[in-house]
Nanobody, 116 residues
């Protein structure tokens, strides 16, 4: 069984920074992409950023230039460094892991609140 545990969320003022972490544990083989998604109150979950097994990164336009996704393969951990935060970045942030190109796992989410 695979478990993803996010951490690092919290309350921050607009313009501030936060760093999210997501650690994967359990019977994991062949980790492929790791990604972050978020869900604002009353809205659908949206994709934020992806990092491939080869460390190629892709970002949503709304966060490009402000967020940086990275991973530590030795620790099965993915990070999201968030800077220049805006109130519209508020939401629950979820990490997602794809393994063996078919198995998708989600974390439980961590709350990020950006005050104006």
């Amino acid at each position: 069984q695979v478990q993803l545990v996010e951490s690092g969320g919290g309350l921050v003022q607009a313009g501030g920074s936060l760093r999210l972490s997501c650690a994967a544990s359990g019977s994991i083989t062949g980790i492929n992409n790791m990604a972050w998604h978020r869900q604002a109150p009353g809205k659908q979950r949206e994709w934020v950023a992806t990092i491939t097994s080869g460390s190629v990164t892709v970002y949503a336009d709304s966060v490009k230039g402000r967020f940086t996704i990275s991973r530590d393969n030795a620790k099965n951990t993915v990070y999201l460094q968030m800077s220049s935060l805006k109130p519209e970045d508020t939401g629950v942030y979820y990490c997602r892991l794809l393994s063996d190109y078919v198995n998708v796992y989600w974390g439980q989410g961590t709350q990020v609140t950006v005050s104006s």
